[in-house]
Each structure stands twice: as structure tokens, then as C-alpha cells.
């Protein structure tokens, strides 16, 4: 492999059911930085059935190319079929950079990629840049069971590979006046590209926001102390019109279910109020939590880590301060 070969930042823009992510669209924002520090072009590559009207809008999103491969078997994501036709535009087209959300597609597919490509990935990054001096990718991201971040570099294959969580990275602006090229990939799939088929799709049925995109966030952990005791988290939640989020110890224990974890491993958020109820501050948990606008801890600890990140600290504990609380907010509402 030739690295000097390879120009050029690939997002993979990612759809479901007609629908562009978000990240697709965050990582276009990035991924226009880092076209910009390398002097090169911000491309996407984009995978569906009937998706052309969606792939001009990557183009109002800052992608100077959009390379399209539209096709009945693409219309659902199969692991195999994107695999390969990824790895096969990537082997003509050479790009140096390619990235992906850290969504549930992109974390599964962003491994076959590499693998297929015999290039490295940085999984779940949280920061992107440009090393001045080689030109390399910087990937950071959260170091598992520690507090440390790590940054990593790709120095010698191409592309070099990354997944970034959902919510870090800013969009640009929409602009429909941005011009760009569509380029249509011809689509040849095997058999063997196709060893899975989606036999039925059922949509998970979800009431309220979801927590990365909920106003209000009512976080807890282990300082509730039982799944009995949640009552009083959903209590808040109900009281303010939040989404509640969790760390992944009650999740653990078997507390509280779903798709509710905040963290490394977990959701990334930014809602404009993140109330933490019994959460110790570890990094695993913090680095989904950065962006909040205002962070109110309610802790019995009062050297707790998480009342380093907070805004508003409540030494206490949660089922006192709560009660108190759900009945200020309801007396207030009923004025
Ligand atoms: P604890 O650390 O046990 O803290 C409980 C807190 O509650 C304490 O500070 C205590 O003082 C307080 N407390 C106790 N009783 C009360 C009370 N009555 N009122 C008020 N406060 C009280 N964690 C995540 O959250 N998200 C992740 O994505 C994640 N990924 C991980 C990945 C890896 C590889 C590993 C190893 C760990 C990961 N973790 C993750 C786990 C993480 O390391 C911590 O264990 C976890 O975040 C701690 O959860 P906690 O704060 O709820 O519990």
C-alpha cells in the first residue's frame, strides 16, 4: 500500500427509511475541518434505494462529491452487501480519511470495512484533528476503564478509519446554494455479499424524546440504591418533562431497562439540563455528558468526581433532596 496514493475525507452518510442521520451530517461538518487542514476534498459515500433527492442534501451539508450507490439491496443496511460495495469504491478512489458514526450501522460496519481494507480503526472517537507536521488523522477517544483519553494514528495504511459518537461534532449550516458532484457507483453484489436477508423490520415503539436529542436529562446511578427506588427518578423525569438516563451499573444490576445508558459505551448527550442523582463522576460516564449545558449534581459525597464537571451541587441524599424537588417544580406548575 502506497499511503501518498490516497487523497481526500470520506464521510459514510448514513440512512434508514428515507432518513439522513444526524451524524452523517455532524461528520460532514468535521470532516469539511479536516478537508480544509489537508487542502483536499470532503467526498460521501452514500448507500439506499431511490436516495438521490437525499444525496444532493449532503451536498447542502458541505460534501463536494457525493459518490451514490442506489440499488434495491441496498435499501435496508445488511452488513455484507455495504461491506462490499464500500470496500470496492474505496480500493478505486483511494481516499486517505474515511469516517463513520458510532451508530448502531456504523459500528457495525466500520470493522468489516478495515478489515476487508487491511487498515486500521479508532472506535468511538469523541475529538478529530490534523497532526501539522505528518499530515496524520488524530482519533482521541475515552481509554476503557480508566480516565485517561488516548489519541491514536494510523501512520502506515489507508484509509485511515474512524467511528465518532453521535452529538460531538457540529453540522454546518444547511445551505442549498453549495454545489457539488454526484457520482453513481455501478453496483455488482454476489451471492456471497448477500449471505443475510431481512425477512421483517418492527419499529420499537418509544414514548418522549430521544436522549440525545431530550431538553432535560434526569440521570442515576447506583446512589438510587434499587429498582424499587427508581420510582422517584421517573417521578423528576414526569415532573419536568425529561428523558431519563442512566450509568451502566443499575443497567448492570437490572434496575431500569432499555436503551438508557450515557456514557463511553453508552449515548452521547447534550440537553440544556442533565440533573445527576447518585452518579460518582467516573470519566466512563462524564465523556457522554460533556456537552450539557448545565450539569446539577445530587450526591450524598461531597468529594464526589461529579461535582467537579457541575454547575449546581446538592450535597445529599437523592431521596430527600428529590421528593422536595418534584414538589416544588408541581406546586409551581399548578400556578
Ligand atoms: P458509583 O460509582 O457506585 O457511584 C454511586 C454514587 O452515588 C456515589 O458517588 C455515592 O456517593 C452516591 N450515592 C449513594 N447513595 C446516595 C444517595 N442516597 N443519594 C445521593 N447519592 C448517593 N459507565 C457509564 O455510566 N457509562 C458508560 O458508557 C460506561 N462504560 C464503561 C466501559 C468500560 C469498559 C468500563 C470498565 C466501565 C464503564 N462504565 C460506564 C462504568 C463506570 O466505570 C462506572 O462504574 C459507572 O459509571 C459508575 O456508576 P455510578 O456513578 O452510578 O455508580
Given at each position: 500500500m502506497?499511503?501518498?496514493?490516497?487523497?481526500?475525507v470520506?464521510v459514510?452518510?448514513?440512512?434508514?427509511?428515507?432518513?439522513?442521520?444526524?451524524?452523517?451530517?455532524?461528520?460532514?461538518?468535521?470532516?469539511?475541518?479536516l478537508?480544509?487542514?489537508?487542502n483536499?476534498?470532503?467526498?460521501?459515500?452514500?448507500?439506499?434505494?431511490?436516495?438521490?433527492?437525499?444525496?444532493?442534501e449532503?451536498?447542502?451539508?458541505?460534501?463536494?462529491?457525493?459518490?451514490?450507490?442506489?440499488?434495491?439491496?441496498?435499501?435496508?443496511?445488511?452488513?455484507?452487501?455495504?461491506?462490499?460495495?464500500?470496500?470496492?469504491?474505496?480500493?478505486?478512489s483511494?481516499?486517505?480519511?474515511?469516517?463513520?458514526?458510532?451508530?448502531?450501522?456504523?459500528r457495525?460496519?466500520?470493522?468489516?470495512?478495515?478489515?476487508?481494507?487491511?487498515?486500521?480503526?479508532?472506535?468511538?472517537?469523541?475529538?478529530?484533528?490534523?497532526?501539522?507536521?505528518?499530515?496524520?488523522?488524530?482519533?482521541?477517544?475515552?481509554?476503557?476503564?480508566?480516565?485517561?483519553?488516548?489519541?491514536?494514528?494510523?501512520?502506515?495504511?489507508?484509509?485511515?478509519?474512524?467511528?465518532?459518537?453521535?452529538?460531538?461534532?457540529?453540522?454546518?449550516?444547511?445551505?442549498?446554494?453549495?454545489?457539488?458532484?454526484?457520482?453513481?457507483?455501478?453496483?455488482?453484489?454476489?451471492?456471497?455479499?448477500?449471505?443475510v436477508?431481512?425477512?421483517?423490520?418492527?419499529?420499537?415503539?418509544?414514548?418522549?424524546?430521544?436522549?440525545?436529542?431530550?431538553?432535560?436529562?434526569?440521570?442515576?446511578?447506583?446512589?438510587?440504591?434499587?429498582?424499587?427506588?427508581?420510582?422517584?427518578?421517573?417521578?423528576?423525569?414526569?415532573?419536568?418533562?425529561?428523558?431519563?438516563?442512566?450509568?451502566?451499573?443499575?443497567?448492570?444490576?437490572g434496575?431500569?431497562?432499555?436503551?438508557?445508558?450515557?456514557?463511553?459505551t453508552?449515548?452521547?448527550?447534550?440537553?440544556?439540563?442533565?440533573?445527576?442523582?447518585?452518579?460518582?463522576?467516573?470519566?466512563?460516564?462524564?465523556?457522554?455528558?460533556?456537552?450539557?449545558?448545565?450539569?446539577?449534581?445530587?450526591?450524598?459525597?461531597?468529594?464526589?468526581?461529579?461535582?467537579?464537571?457541575?454547575?449546581?451541587?446538592?450535597?445529599?441524599?437523592?431521596?430527600?433532596?428529590?421528593?422536595?424537588?418534584?414538589?416544588?417544580?408541581?406546586?409551581?406548575?399548578?400556578?
Open positions: 502506497i499511503c501518498s496514493e490516497y487523497h481526500g470520506w459514510f452518510a448514513e440512512q434508514t427509511d428515507g432518513r439522513l442521520s444526524t451524524v452523517s451530517l455532524e461528520l460532514l461538518g468535521k470532516g469539511r475541518d478537508a480544509n487542514s489537508l483536499t476534498q470532503l467526498s460521501a459515500i452514500f448507500l439506499g434505494s431511490r436516495i438521490e433527492t437525499m444525496a444532493h449532503l451536498i447542502h451539508y458541505g460534501a463536494e462529491k457525493v459518490y451514490v450507490a442506489d440499488e434495491p439491496n441496498l435499501g435496508s443496511y445488511t452488513t455484507g452487501a455495504y461491506t462490499s460495495v464500500i470496500a470496492k469504491q474505496v480500493l478505486e483511494k481516499p486517505e480519511i474515511m469516517l463513520f458514526g458510532a451508530s448502531d450501522i456504523g457495525d460496519l466500520a470493522p468489516r470495512v478495515a478489515k476487508r481494507l487491511g487498515t486500521g480503526l479508532t472506535a468511538d472517537c469523541t475529538e478529530l484533528a490534523i497532526e501539522k507536521e505528518s499530515g496524520l488523522l488524530l482519533s482521541t477517544k475515552p481509554g476503557y476503564g480508566s480516565s485517561m483519553m488516548y489519541t491514536f494514528v494510523c501512520a502506515q495504511s489507508r484509509p485511515q478509519m474512524a467511528t465518532v459518537r453521535p452529538s460531538v461534532m457540529q453540522a454546518l449550516e444547511k445551505d442549498t446554494k453549495r454545489k457539488g458532484q454526484i457520482i453513481h457507483i455501478p453496483v455488482r453484489l454476489e451471492a456471497t455479499d448477500m449471505p436477508k431481512i425477512v421483517n423490520r418492527v419499529k420499537q415503539a418509544r414514548k418522549g424524546a430521544k436522549l440525545e436529542e431530550a431538553r432535560i436529562i434526569v440521570g442515576a446511578g447506583m446512589g438510587v440504591g434499587s429498582a424499587e427506588k427508581f420510582a422517584v427518578i421517573h417521578q423528576l423525569a414526569e415532573a419536568l418533562g425529561a428523558e431519563v438516563g442512566v450509568t451502566k451499573d443499575p443497567l448492570d444490576e434496575w431500569i431497562t432499555g436503551d438508557c445508558m450515557i456514557g463511553q453508552g449515548k452521547t448527550v447534550k440537553p440544556e439540563l442533565y440533573i445527576a442523582c447518585g452518579i460518582s463522576g467516573a470519566i466512563q460516564h462524564i465523556s457522554g455528558i460533556w456537552d450539557s449545558d448545565t450539569i446539577v449534581a445530587i450526591n450524598t459525597d461531597p468529594r464526589a468526581d461529579i461535582f467537579g464537571i457541575a454547575d449546581y451541587g446538592i450535597v445529599g441524599d437523592l431521596h430527600e433532596v428529590l421528593p422536595m424537588l418534584i414538589e416544588e417544580i408541581n406546586k409551581r406548575r399548578r400556578v
